[in-house]
């Protein structure tokens, strides 16, 4: 599959990083849809279900990124309704999905796109290779990304901590990321950063 940036991709543009939906059937009937463009993705496999949850992958037909897309039923006396959730995978998150080759081709893309113009494309850069150093466990590579590039690929890179942190007991990396954490701390730029406050606090550093 050709590799398109994100800013140009049909689909993926008119996506944010997560997507968030709901049905439901009761006598307020109200609904929010996800955004249309999640329709044109492609279901390329489903992870299972567990109670009242559905797991699947899906895939956009043009510039080949992975989405996480989870359904959620709650059911109740005055009716039923269905939680939808979209979010976009990093290539590192992925990695399983697509061979060695494919996934070391979309990060050597992701590096060359943080000098992007547009905002989506370089947050989804900053985020990839965020996802991808602490798979390798290249502490000092994330820091870099906080300190060495402009205000929008920092908050891009704290915002993915945020996001991995919510779940902080099930990681396996906690101590790469309370050094992180530190090191934003001392920086003047991160410290009064609400998101790096949250992700100390998760940390349970002081």
């Not at 249309?36 to 489903?46: D, G, P, V, Y």
Request: aromatic content about 8%.
């Amino acid at each position: 599959m050709k590799y398109i940036p994100l800013h140009k991709c049909s689909i993926c543009k008119n996506l944010s990083e997560s997507e968030y939906g709901y049905y439901s059937v009761s006598p307020s009937g109200s609904h929010r849809p996800l955004p249309i463009e999640a329709n044109r993705l492609k279901s390329i496999e489903e992870l299972g279900s567990k109670g009242q949850k559905k797991h699947h992958i899906k895939q956009c037909p043009f510039c080949g990124v992975f989405y996480a897309y989870d359904e959620h039923y709650e059911y109740d006396v005055t009716g039923s309704a269905d939680e939808l959730m979209l979010t976009r995978l990093t290539p590192t998150e992925a990695k399983d999905l697509m061979n060695a080759r494919e996934c070391k081709r979309r990060l050597g893309h992701l590096e060359e796109e943080l000098a992007s113009t547009h905002l989506v494309t370089r947050r989804y850069a900053a985020k990839g290779l965020t996802s991808h150093y602490l798979d390798q466990e290249d502490v000092e590579k994330v820091i870099r990304l906080l300190d060495s590039y402009d205000e929008d690929v920092g908050l891009a890179v704290l915002s993915y901590l945020d996001k991995i942190t919510e779940q902080w007991w099930r990681l396996n990396n906690r101590h790469l990321i309370e050094q992180i954490a530190r090191a934003a701390a001392k920086d003047e730029t991160h410290k009064n950063n609400p998101l790096i406050k949250q992700i100390i606090w998760r940390c349970g550093l002081k």
